[in-house]
């Protein structure tokens, strides 16, 4: 499978973007899919998750209540909705894929788990 990440761009404080990931190659109905980050001079970091099968769900603290991962099995497609962004939200953001689906869900945050990666795409959030 193939992920290709787009949405990013330049928004102020407390504005909204979607991120889009959309794969090819394979249907990507049997996999975790994850979103990450990077910011600039720092380590990549886990932001969001979600299931195979039921979709449920995981989040890293920061962002709880302020993004929302979702999927479209019949597109192919994950997408992170992110509101009330923040300057430290500013970082290039990846989607990957993680198959066979490991079944713990803390072990979602975990970059190791995922198989194929997306390249990424850059949010800015300026003050």
């Known amino acids: 499978v193939q992920l290709q990440a787009s949405g990013g761009g330049l928004v102020q404080a407390g504005g909204s973007l979607r991120l889009s990931c959309a794969a090819s190659?394979?249907?990507?109905?049997?996999?975790?899919m994850g979103w990450f980050r990077q910011a600039p001079g720092k380590e990549r970091e886990f932001v969001a998750a979600?299931?195979?099968?039921?979709?449920?769900?995981y989040y890293e603290d920061s962002v709880k209540g302020r993004f929302t991962i979702s999927r479209d099995n019949a597109k192919n497609t994950v997408y992170l909705q992110m509101n009330n962004l923040k300057p430290e939200d500013t970082a290039v953001y990846y989607c990957?894929?993680?198959?066979?689906?490991?079944?713990?869900?803390?072990?979602?945050?975990?970059?190791?788990?995922?198989?194929?990666w997306g390249q990424g795409t850059l949010v800015t959030v300026s003050s």
């Open positions: 979600i299931k195979w099968g039921g979709g449920s769900t």
């Open positions: 990957a894929a993680d198959s066979p689906p490991v079944a713990i869900t803390s072990a979602l945050a975990d970059g190791n788990m995922y198989d194929v």
């Open positions: 190659g394979r249907t990507i109905r049997t996999y975790n």
